[in-house]
DNA sequence: GATGAATGAGCTTTCATTCAT
DNA sequence: AATGAATGAAAGCTCATTCAT
């Protein structure tokens, strides 16, 4: 009677490789430390994961479809879209709070080693979940009348950078308050960039 | 008569530098390939710059300066808030466009591998010629009663992360056009968000 | 069945250092040298020390332990205080002899070399199973109204100092004789030295 | 008109070099070191020795020097044979309060190193001024019938290994007391051991 | 004599990955 | 599935020595 499934497993190595790569960096994080702080071998590890760059691409995904799928929740409610939009960054925000591994990968180790995802996550591939879904939020943002029908990439630059940014001082802790207290006039401010004019 | 000053060679580190690191990121590029597309010894090196840590928070501060120079110059500039944004961005994309080192530095270095500038960039220091310009720029369009008077950090998140993900976008190919066709839309999101209400 | 066990690989390469530092001095003696006389590869030697200096320390905990157990017998043994000095001078002479390694390690590596064991082998630390016997030896001897009652360390600087003087002068080739057949005139030497007065 | 002459350009590099070597060690210490206490720069450093090697058997041979015509005017001097041993070791001790620089390189680079005094140093090629006057005063002992006839190098071993564990144990600072506490005692413990019986 | 930039071999150490058990 | 010893290529960095000026 196996104590732990196979995907419990997996599991386990995709939430401590989260934590460490997200913390130390992905070059500075190594096999055996994932595999210590999971509490198995590292050859082992290796029957989960073949390399450490597949280890990287799969939780790009993994945080992508989990972000994908808050955001289609909000898509789904029956609120406007200015209220969307705080919901996004609220939701943002929350997760870079609660669970800080997760945007912080994205943003220091998914954006920043083109060398790794270079194969297998070209373009948006592994990304599509997460931006799929924002890709919808605008278009029925513009088809609704609320937003400006303008080109997708520059909404989608706009709300990523400026989240991303936001989240990144904070890690940086030169915010002088909580990332939660930025939740309105952020919501404002890209509301007002984005809604029809 | 010497071939090239202590200083030119230094420049040359410092170019060649800032397009590998930003090409093939920090990890992968080594000092011997630094040196070999120098043209000079690994040894020879290292009597310019004591390790590739301290070179790496030099190249920050360069660019910081660099960026730092060029903002203040619009700033001083007699042109409306509004036009010193698209001022801004249009100087932004045409260095994306023209020295993409610098800002693929920016984004993909600097901001992503913590680890390496722990010590000596704390918070903004290393950082602080470009940021104190950003600075000024917002406090005088607060004066002015052009911008809205809100706390610096969100403008400041907005602005850089905007930037920063649209060129990260254009980076990874993902764009339809050139960064420079996007100029207008963003200049005119940026001052819809920030503009006095 | 393992070929060798864990314990077996750390002591050959005990061994081989042991053998390279002695004949070679710490700095000239390469971990490649080791790993590769020891038979394993470079990367593996680190499986079993940390550092070349954690190396050079835990071989002067050996020798001292292993020296020490040497005095210990004899200083367990029931014969006159003379005779022990005589028995001491030969075990180091022959030592000396069969291993030289141990000795020459000692005075070369250990005594010399103040930077690789200033941290972790402060005072005698490292040497203290080997130091300890000696006192042993040397405060019952006083009690029996064999030796004279000076300074434990006058005697101690005695009986090394000259040990280690005759034995580096043989490593020097120097002495026209062999070790053994000084056993003899050194105990005497070291005996009226110390001998009650 | 030259600030220094040659020879005094040579005595500082000596007085530095003696300084380092035996403070940090031998492959410690570098050349630029060396150079930039000096005063000079690393080229010129050159023109006085023609390499590291060189100019630690010529600090050899200069420290061999100086200890033995301290010893020729003991040993010219006229008074009783134990009071010349409490003379020598007075020397020595004094020597190794005020000049430790010497006897430590002696201790810790000359006696350690062989690798680098095996070539040009045989034997006691450049330690001979220093043993020469050793052996005088040994044989004028015997001669005198003050000393019991017994081979050489067993006087020598008893008494540089005795005096050079004691400077080693003050190095270590384990000694108790200072040095020129133990000068009677250890006088006494020689003469003990190489007086006529 | 004097300078110090330049060389390059070589060192210690790391780590993704494999494989016999 | 699981172990962890083993591999070996490669990295960052050092330093004795040279040589053009």
Redesign the pocket.
Known sequence: M?R?T?QE?KDGIISVALKLFSEKGF???????IAEKVG?????????F????ILAKELVVYISEYIGAKIKKINESDIATEKKIYEIVSMYFDMADEKPEMIEYFLRVYLSNREVFKEGCEGMICVSAFVTELMIFFDEGVESGDLYDQDFFSAFGLFMGYLGGMVFLFGEKILPDSLSSYKESIAQNIYNALKAR
């Open positions: 196996a732990v196979k497993r070059y500075i994080t190594t096999i055996p430390d198995m071998s590292v050859g082992n590890f290796y029957n989960y073949t390399s450490k760059d």
